[in-house]
């Protein structure tokens, strides 16, 4: 059974930094795909990086340039290192990943628990 858990989350003024992680167990791929999502009250869910076992990435544009991805231990441990965040980034943030190349943020079957975010202006 996969299992996904985040952590990392909390409540940061504006300008603030952050770092996500994410660690997934229960699977060994070669190739695979693990992304960020956000959720904010009153929104639909929301791509915010992604990258995968080749190492390509994908960001939302929100956070181009402030929000790098990184990965470790071949697939199974995910960051989101989070700079000059400003208040409507808070959310909830969910890591997710699947056995498959990134899609644009597509088709992802595994899937944490989340970690919120609150940043105050």
């Known amino acids: 059974e996969v299992q996904v858990a985040e952590s990392g989350g909390g409540s940061v003024q504006a300008g603030g930094s952050l770092r996500l992680s994410c660690v997934a167990s229960?699977?060994?791929?070669?190739?695979?795909?693990m992304g960020w999502f956000r959720q904010a009250p009153g929104k639909e869910r929301e791509g915010v990086a992604e990258?995968?076992?080749?190492?390509?990435?994908n960001y939302a544009d929100s956070v181009k340039g402030r929000f790098p991805i990184s990965k470790a231990n071949a697939g199974n441990t995910l960051y989101l290192q989070m700079h000059n965040l400003k208040p409507e980034d808070t959310a909830m943030y969910y890591c997710?990943?699947?056995?498959?190349?990134?899609?644009?943020?597509?088709?992802?079957?595994?899937w944490g628990q989340g970690t919120q975010v609150t940043v105050s202006s």
């Open positions: 997710a990943t699947d056995h498959k190349y990134c899609e644009g943020f597509a088709d992802f079957r595994y």
């Open positions: 229960g699977y060994t791929y070669s190739k695979y795909c």
């Open positions: 990258i995968d076992s080749d190492g390509a990435m």
